[in-house]
């Protein structure tokens, strides 16, 4: 088993800072890539960033200028630091891992259970 633990989520103002942390555990043999989706009410579940194992990002254009996604690759965490906050930011975010359980498994994604963050006033 996989298992995927966030933590940092929280109410925050507009214009405040917050940051997610997701730490990995369980049976990995090798991680792609790990990152952040997040979803509001009644809205599908979107990317928000993304890091390689090598080190490579992708943001939402949303999120650009505005969210920082880094990694520590010897501790399986991701971060995810969110300044500039606005309303439109809140949603449960999900940390997601894409690897392997063993190095003849095929690629999968796993995912946390969830933080909430809500952006208001």
């Known amino acids: 088993q996989v298992q995927l633990v966030e933590s940092g989520g929280g109410l925050v103002q507009p214009g405040g800072s917050l940051r997610l942390s997701c730490a990995a555990s369980?049976?990995?043999?090798?991680?792609?890539?790990m990152g952040w989706h997040h979803q509001s009410p009644g809205k599908q579940r979107e990317l928000v960033a993304a890091?390689?194992?090598?080190?490579?990002?992708n943001y939402a254009d949303s999120v650009k200028g505005r969210f920082t996604i880094d990694r520590d690759n010897a501790k399986n965490t991701v971060y995810l630091q969110m300044n500039s906050l606005k309303p439109e930011d809140t949603a449960v975010y999900y940390c997601?891992?894409?690897?392997?359980?063993?190095?003849?498994?095929?690629?999968?994604?796993?995912w946390g259970k969830g933080t909430l963050v809500t952006v208001s006033s």
């Open positions: 890091i390689t194992t090598g080190g490579s990002t």
């Open positions: 997601n891992l894409q690897g392997r359980r063993t190095s003849w498994a095929p690629v999968m994604d796993y």
């Open positions: 369980g049976s990995i043999s090798s991680i792609n890539a």
